[in-house]
């Protein structure tokens, strides 16, 4: 059943702006090694998501035909990597190229799509685009279609090698939004890492470094507060290490052969002249990586996937900012076409087998029926009897559209706060490779969406995907106290605890399909007549913030505990002082 893709399609890249460019990552897997302290990510979470909920009022359109269009439109070569999020454009093209009636003939638009797996390939395709266009207008256009958790880097990257023909010839997003991957990404390990996250310390997982998946491991350990060592080729007992597999293949081949490597053993930074061994003991991977660990081994559940982070990894398109300025008319004409695409392949399964057609012929790999399947997502036991679920992804209608860059209702702009949290993360963790990154602000144009959205309201009656929140929290995803600073003995919370609570915004942002628990704790000062009801009060000034930045209120619980739940002794002014907390939790 397992395909060979190239994992290279899916690979974050980390990159070092510098003089050099781009740090190509087999270059970057050679480098000289210097031991560096591992690190706690923070807590940044990304969203469990709803059951893809079918478009209100939409027409059944005729599936289209097999004949090659002639439209004689704008021709645009589109690079895109085997990602079943992007069903609704296989739809719209109508084929690998646009076929005779198909939404974007329907647009003078002749797409040919291209199977490119490669992430540096494609970079070194549109700097080449960028090139033959500033010497000759009429070249036909070049779009990539990234992962959007990697685009700070890959856009930071790729705007350095386009520095030298001038800003008009810069990379930009443009809202052309497919839509994202819905499970088939993820995280596997024991069980008991769901009971207990903490029995991750000292385990290792196997991974394509600095790609997507491993990224998921990134933010369900920041997610819990466990650090993470950054350097694959030494071992910290106190973090989670990350074995690099070779491909996302290798990852799970790894665990399944029961591969050992030696290490040098770290702590707090430091060599200690002392070697150990390790094994696999999880895996970073996606479809079919998963169905590998299923089938041959088993043992694994899921820890974290796109499921449950399902912003993570919204499909994002990239060209060059004169082509798409010069040609903004064909840009809209595809946003409309492709909302138009989402609604048929949310609503109708023959418009979705249709599609899973298309990734068949364009992937080469497989039949429309493996593809089927793996969009759509199942839950099958392992060789071990052990449920997992593989595969899953979602596509946007244009009202997902709008909502992703602040453009619907609620005015939150939630592919930024994805942007940002991961370029930060990437910072964080690869200082001297990534020192910062583009602004959101220069690397997305929305301009295009917004004029669809301003002239086509019928569009946005489709029905956006939406999430529906248990009464209360019943499983806890992660869990991470803070000390948000009050006023003596009351709930008024002092200002210099607004750029926390905003932060905690973002990240709540970003976590959209799981519910916000807001807990209050106190140290044992006093009596419960007075801690336990100041607790709450707490919890509810911190809840009303996030109100007021826009959560909605089925979102969020908030309860206080007094003095009941302390996570340390209250016997010195220190440990008092770390249990006067609130703590954020993010469950389902």
């Known amino acids: 059943m397992a395909i060979k893709l190239k994992p290279a399609g899916k690979i974050f890249i980390i990159v070092a702006v510098v003089a050099a460019g781009i740090l190509a990552v087999r270059w970057y897997q050679n ?92 970079m070194a395709d549109l700097v080449k685009f960028a090139q033959d266009y500033k010497s000759n207008p009429s070249t036909p256009g070049v779009f990539i279609t990234f992962m959007g958790d990697g685009m700070p880097a890959f856009m930071t990257s790729l705007s ?51 790609d997507g998946d491993i990224n998921i491991l990134l933010k369900w350990a920041g997610d819990n507060g466990l650090k993470v060592n950054p350097d694959e080729t030494t071992y910290d007992a106190a973090a989670v290490n990350i074995i690099a597999a070779n491909d996302f293949l290798d990852a799970p081949n790894k665990y399944i052969a029961g591969y050992t490597e030696s290490r040098k053993i770290v702590a707090n930074g430091k060599t200690t002249g002392k070697d150990t061994t390790v094994g696999v003991d999880a895996v970073a991977t996606w479809t079919p990586g998963d169905v590998n660990v299923a089938v041959k081994k088993g043992g694994l559940v899921t820890i974290a996937s796109t499921k449950q982070y399902a912003s993570q990894m919204s499909n994002q398109t990239i060209t060059i900012r004169k082509w798409a300025n010069d040609h903004r008319t064909d840009v809209e004409n595809i946003i409309i076409a492709l909302a138009q695409a989402g609604d048929q392949v949310r609503s109708f399964n023959d418009a979705k087998a249709f599609a899973a057609k298309v990734s068949a012929e364009l992937y080469n790999e497989q039949d429309a029926a493996y593809w089927l399947k793996y969009f ?54 690869y200082p001297a490779l990534m020192p910062s990154f583009m602004p959101y602000e220069k690397a997305v144009d929305k301009s295009f969406l917004f004029s669809v959205i301003s002239n086509h309201p019928e569009l946005l009656e489709g029905k956006a995907i939406e ?113 006067r907390r609130v703590e954020i939790v993010l469950g389902e």
Request: glycine share 10%; hydrophobic share 35%; charged share 25%.
């Open 376 to 429: 759509n997502g199942v839950e099958e036991k392992d060789i071990q009897g052990l449920k997992v679920n593989l595969g899953g992804s979602a596509v946007f209608n244009l009202q997902d559209m709008a909502n992703t860059y602040g453009l619907g209702n609620d005015k939150i702009d939630r592919y930024k706060a994805v942007y940002n949290t991961f370029g930060n993360l990437m910072v964080k963790m």
């Open 160 to 210: 350095k090698e386009l520095e030298a023909l001038g800003t008009e010839y810069q990379p930009v997003i443009i809202p052309v939004t497919h839509g994202k991957s819905f499970g088939e990404d993820q995280v596997m390990g024991p069980q008991q890492w769901k009971v207990d996250p903490k029995s991750a310390i000292g385990k290792c997982v196997a991974g394509v470094l600095r």
């Open 467 to 579: 999430t529906k929140y248990a009464p209360e929290i019943t499983s806890e995803v992660s869990s991470k106290s803070y000390s948000i600073e009050f006023e003596t003995g009351s709930a008024v919370i002092r200002t210099s605890s607004y750029k926390l609570l905003d932060e905690i915004f973002e990240s709540a942002v970003v976590a959209e399909g799981l519910k916000v628990g807001v807990y209050g704790h106190t140290d044992n000062s006093g009596s419960d007549a007075v801690n336990v009801p100041l607790s709450e009060k707490r919890a509810n000034a911190v809840k009303d913030y996030l109100l007021k930045k826009g959560l909605i209120a089925s979102r969020l619980e908030a309860k206080g505990y007094g003095a009941a739940k302390p996570l340390v002794s209250n016997d010195t002014e220190a440990g008092r002082s770390q249990n």
């Open 31 to 122: 480098r000289p090694k210097q031991v560096v302290e591992s690190v706690e990510l923070g807590k940044v979470v990304l969203p469990d998501a709803p059951e893809a909920s079918l478009s209100n009022n939409a027409v059944k359109l005729p599936i289209p035909g097999n004949t090659v269009a002639s439209n004689g439109g704008t021709q645009i070569s589109w690079l895109r990597m085997a990602w079943n999020s992007q069903f609704s454009g296989y739809y719209a093209n109508g084929g690998v190229r646009t076929t005779k009636g198909s939404l974007f003939d329907q647009m003078k638009l002749d797409v040919t799509y291209t199977r490119q797996d490669d992430c540096n390939k494609q």
